[in-house]
């Protein structure tokens, strides 16, 4: 009888304790548990941010002063430790609260012993270890997936790696052509400007011929002036220097490239693509694929 009085008395005082504990964790404005709470007076009272802010709006001419100790409001300051005590509090289990597990149509009468962090269900000490190595086992099977995928991905990736090296050379050759095609692009415009220069001064030269041919001198002196200046700024060009036009060779050589160019690209692409859809295909078959019930 004793002991039973006892334990009626322990029970009484934590329940007794767990209601002040609760009533430290309200609002004195509100009256509710605390919704973000700040610090808002130099004696470090605190009210849920919300309250404050209206508190505020209640005082136009700003004399709104701490409900509890009536000092001046300052600018609020978050209360993390106030606010992990909310936190903990609100996972804690309701009065009374039995097991949410259902077997069939019954559920579980069991009293709450934990409460699961990842999926925010109560559950019974037997069922909560049921419970969590499904879930584990779910993450494993989950892992395993991955990381098989993660090595055929490895496989593929070395399966394009002497292509990546074929590329890269194919490219540098690109280049030295690129160089070989300018510098034939250079000459090229060069002969284009000589010949233009050329045909310039052959019509020059026509028309001071026809006027002296018609004892036009004064119009033969000033066609023979224009000639003098085109000769004196004209870029001295050696014929041996500016190259042959492209022979059929250069040219087949070309096109050859640019075929060989079009073959490898394609070529990529059609294994990049291959390997994409061997590797989702793989990866989300490990989703697809049937696992543990979590719930």
């Not at 699961?116 to 395993?144: A, I, M, S, V, W």
Request: net charge positive.
């Amino acid at each position: 009888m004793a002991h039973y009085a006892k334990s009626k008395c322990g029970r009484s005082l934590s329940k007794d304790m767990s209601s002040r504990e609760d009533e430290d964790l309200k609002c004195p404005v509100c009256k509710n548990i605390f919704t973000d709470p700040c610090f808002v007076c130099p004696n470090h009272h605190t009210l849920c941010r919300e309250c404050h802010k209206r508190h505020l709006e209640t005082h136009l001419f700003g004399h709104a002063r701490c409900p509890v100790c009536r000092q001046m409001l300052c600018t609020p300051t978050e209360h993390a430790a106030m606010a992990r005590l909310v936190k903990e509090f609100h996972s804690k289990p309701p009065p009374d609260a039995t097991c949410q597990v259902r077997e069939g149509e019954t559920q579980c009468p069991n009293s709450v012993s934990k409460n699961c962090g990842h999926c925010d269900q109560y559950f019974c000490e037997f069922h909560y270890c049921k419970h969590r190595l499904e879930f584990q086992t779910e993450c494993e099977n989950l892992l395993e997936s991955v990381e098989k995928d993660a090595k055929e991905c490895d496989k593929v990736s070395a399966t394009l790696q002497p292509w990546k090296a074929q590329i890269a050379s194919f490219i540098e050759f690109i280049d030295v052509k690129k160089k070989s095609l300018e510098e034939l692009l250079r000459t090229t415009e060069q002969r284009l400007e000589q010949a233009a220069a050329g045909s310039s001064r052959r019509a020059e030269a026509d028309g001071l011929r026809t006027a002296l041919q018609s004892d036009q001198l004064k119009e033969a002196k000033a066609i023979g002036d224009r000639l003098k200046s085109a000769f004196s700024k004209a870029p001295k060009l050696d014929s041996q220097k500016l190259g042959l036009p492209p022979t059929e060779e250069q040219k087949n050589e070309i096109e050859a490239c640019k075929a060989k160019l079009s073959t490898i690209i394609e070529t990529t692409r059609e294994n990049c693509s291959v390997a994409r859809i061997f590797f989702f295909t793989g990866f989300l078959g490990g989703f697809i694929r049937p696992k543990a019930n979590s719930h």
